[in-house]
T-cell receptor
Framework: QKEVEQNSGPLSVPEGAIASLNCTYS??????FFWYRQYSGKSPELIMFIYSNGDKEDGRFTAQLNKASQYVSLLIRDSQPSDSATYLC?????????????FGRGTQLTVWP | DGGITQSPKYLFRKEGQNVTLSCEQNLNHDAMYWYRQDPGQGLRLIYY???????QKGDIAEGYSVSREKKESFPLTVTSAQKNPTAFYLC??????????????FGSGTQLSVL
C-alpha cells in the first residue's frame, strides 16, 4: 500500500500571503506528482503536475519536488479568498499499479480577507 | 462538449437495496476509475479499468461491483454488503501511457445517502 501524507491542516492565511502545502510519499521510485484543488461539494480539478526535481511555476502556483526526500509541496503566492479550498496531493503508481493515482487526505486552506 | 457525466447527483438507498451509479464519458479515454470520498479521508479508489472488459479492485472494493462492457461506460453498483455506503462518489477517466495525458478528468460526483 503506497502512502501519501499531507499536513493535516486546516491552514489559514491572510489575503496576499504565501500558502505552503506539503506532501510526502512512501514509494521512493515514484515519478509523477499532482496537485488537485477541490471546492466544497465539487469534484477535484488539476492545478499542477511535476515530474522532475526542482521547482515548476504556473502563475501564482509553484510546485516543488525533492525525490531524495520524497517530498512535494505547493506554494500559492498572493493568496486570494477564491483559493480557499481543499488541496489534494496525488502520486502516480508504478509497475502493476501503473495508471492509478494515490491521493493524500487533503489540506483545507482558508484565505481570509 | 467532451466530458464525464455522472448520474444521479443525489441518491438514497434503503437498507438491503442495491443501487447503481452511472458514469459515461465521451473523451475516448481508455481508463476509468471510481473513487469514494468521506469527510477528511481524501479519495479512496474502489475499482479501476484500463481497457474494456477488464477491471481491477482498488483499496476498498468490498461491497461494490463494476462492469466495463463499453469504453464509454463504467457503472458502479453499491451492494447491500456495503454497510456504510454514505459518501461522495467520484468517477474519473484518463488516457494513461503518455505523461502529457496523465490528467484525471472527474465527473461532478454522486452523493449517496442511506435512508
Amino acid at each position: 500500500q503506497k502512502e501519501v501524507e499531507q499536513n493535516s491542516g486546516p491552514l489559514s492565511v491572510p489575503e496576499g500571503a504565501i500558502a505552503s502545502l506539503n506532501c510526502t510519499y512512501s514509494d521512493r521510485g515514484s515519478q509523477s506528482f499532482f496537485w488537485y484543488r477541490q471546492y466544497s461539494g465539487k469534484s477535484p480539478e488539476l492545478i499542477m503536475f511535476i515530474y522532475s526535481n526542482g521547482d515548476k511555476e504556473d502563475g501564482r502556483f509553484t510546485a516543488q519536488l525533492n525525490k531524495a526526500s520524497q517530498y512535494v509541496s505547493l506554494l500559492i503566492r498572493d493568496s486570494q479568498p477564491s483559493d480557499s479550498a481543499t488541496y489534494l496531493c496525488a502520486v502516480k503508481g508504478r509497475g502493476s499499479t501503473l495508471g492509478r493515482l494515490y491521493f493524500g487526505r487533503g489540506t483545507q486552506l482558508t484565505v481570509w480577507p | 462538449d467532451g466530458g464525464i457525466t455522472q448520474s444521479p447527483k443525489y441518491l438514497f438507498r434503503k437498507e438491503g437495496q442495491n443501487v447503481t451509479l452511472s458514469c459515461e464519458q465521451n473523451l475516448n479515454h481508455d481508463a476509468m476509475y471510481w473513487y469514494r470520498q468521506d469527510p477528511g479521508q481524501g479519495l479512496r479508489l474502489i475499482y479501476y479499468s484500463q481497457i474494456v472488459n477488464d477491471f481491477q479492485k482498488g483499496d476498498i472494493a468490498e461491497g461494490y461491483s463494476v462492469s466495463r462492457e463499453k469504453k464509454e461506460s463504467f457503472p458502479l453498483t453499491v451492494t447491500s454488503a456495503q454497510k456504510n455506503p454514505t459518501a461522495f462518489y467520484l468517477c474519473a477517466s484518463s488516457s494513461p501511457g503518455q505523461q502529457s495525458n496523465e490528467k484525471l478528468f472527474f465527473g461532478s460526483g454522486t452523493q449517496l445517502s442511506v435512508l
